[in-house]
């Protein structure tokens, strides 16, 4: 009986920190992605297959407005759901918070869009992050939306902004959520 109950005593220790993963599906600051019963998923490592200029752009005017979420459940951030409906991205071309003087004043960025040209973020910050040697910025108005991306781990892909002349949409995997980024060179 004594060898049992050790067996046993051993077994749970040895097992205790498969356990403690979970059973995957995120939450949490640094967790994957969320679904929400309502449908759209999030997050998880999704990557668009298209921006929010193709079929599937989602203008959730009232109820995006002010960023609140689209639904329960989900983030007060501009999102895309794993249908590749973008969520949030409704301003339109003369919104004043993404005009800029000089578009494209360092170049267009050439580095390759959306699925299949993804990268890793290697360091930086929102006023200046890099991966596979191209440099950006986050747009001032969408600095809160990015609290919780991690700058040197992060898997992004960036995306065209069919409204804002010189600006891009940097999309976090991980997360689900994206916002506007000028291409700052190589």
């Given at each position: ?55 599937g752009f989602d203008h959730h ?107 891009y949409l940097a999309y976090n ?14």
């Amino acid at each position: 009986m004594q060898k049992l109950l050790g067996t046993l005593v051993i077994l749970l220790i040895v097992s205790h920190p498969a356990f403690a993963q979970g059973r995957g599906g995120g939450g949490g600051a640094r967790g994957g992605g969320m679904s929400h019963p309502a449908g759209g998923s999030f997050g998880g490592g999704h990557i668009p297959a298209h921006g929010p200029g193709a079929a599937g752009f989602d203008h959730h005017g009232p109820e995006m407005g002010g960023h609140r979420p689209d639904m329960p459940g989900h983030p007060d951030a501009p999102h895309v759901h794993h249908d590749d409906h973008w969520i949030g991205h409704d301003s339109g071309r003369n919104d004043a918070h993404y005009h800029l003087d000089h578009p494209f004043e360092h170049g267009r960025f050439d580095g390759g869009f959306g699925r299949g040209h993804e990268f890793r973020l290697e360091g930086g910050n929102r006023e200046r992050f890099w991966g596979n040697g191209f440099y950006f910025g986050v747009a001032p108005y969408d600095y809160g939306f990015c609290n919780d991306w991690l700058w040197d781990s992060d898997q992004i892909a960036i995306y065209d902004d069919p409204d804002h002349d010189g600006w891009y949409l940097a999309y976090n995997a991980r997360l689900g959520t994206y916002v506007h980024v000028q291409y700052l060179g190589k």
